[in-house]
């Protein structure tokens, strides 16, 4: 489904090195239209559920996706030509990936937060989004840390993601890699998300 075959690896791993406020880069057209559309399908019939928390409100699957077009993208994900593309990018030795599909309808959010945790592995974040039209809200917000050593002394707002049918994000997961996703206030917002794990 990914044709990383087709990526720049170079000029993605140069526009990752040099992104600001932390490494990332994004991806558009990342599929095919009929292959964006047996995805999006697949999404409309797996099970979601809310998940509401102090930082976050929306719906989400279940930790691993039941329906077999999502599960051929999860196992595509963890292949060796996708991690290989991954760790070129940005050089981060990533030997596997998870996935679970999220819809965020007006009032769902997600509140700033880093993506680290040791005992995971997370070592790059990916959002792709399948379905944006007529969402308002539900940006990628990335912020600009002031860090002594792993404490968060101060962070900025410093650069937006505009969620975009067939667009992928993938950004680096450190203590500094503060992020949110901005509440929707119209339409719906559907995206497969998760992490390339070391």
């Known amino acids: 489904m990914l044709p ?32 964006l ?3 999006l399908q697949a999404v409309s019939q797996e099970p979601h559920w809310p998940n509401r928390g102090e930082i976050y409100d929306f719906m989400a699957s279940g930790p691993t996706v039941a329906h077999p077009t999502l599960q051929a993208l999860h ?8 991690l290989e593309a991954i760790r070129a990018i940005s050089g981060r030795p990533v030997t596997s990936a ?29 959002a792709y989004y399948l379905f944006t039209e007529g969402c308002e809200g539900g940006e990628l917000e990335l912020y ?15 650069h937006v993601v505009m969620p975009r049918a067939n667009r992928m994000v993938l950004f680096d997961v ?22 390339f794990l070391g």
């Open 4 to 35: 990383v075959a087709g990526w720049d690896i170079a000029e993605l791993s140069r526009a990752w090195a040099s992104a600001s406020p932390f490494p990332h880069v994004v991806l558009d057209d990342v599929v095919a239209p009929d292959t």
């Open 37 to 39: 559309s047996t995805l």
């Open 75 to 82: 196992a595509e994900l963890g292949s060796p030509p996708v």
């Open 98 to 126: 998870d996935l679970r599909s999220y819809v965020y309808v007006p009032g769902s959010y997600l509140l700033p937060h880093a993506d680290s945790r040791a005992s995971i592995g997370r070592m790059v974040a990916f």
């Open 144 to 158: 600009a840390c002031e860090m002594a050593g792993d404490e968060l002394i101060s962070a900025r707002s410093a």
């Open 174 to 195: 450190t203590n500094a890699s503060l992020h949110q996703v901005r509440e929707v206030t119209a339409g719906n917002r559907v995206s497969l998300t998760g992490w």
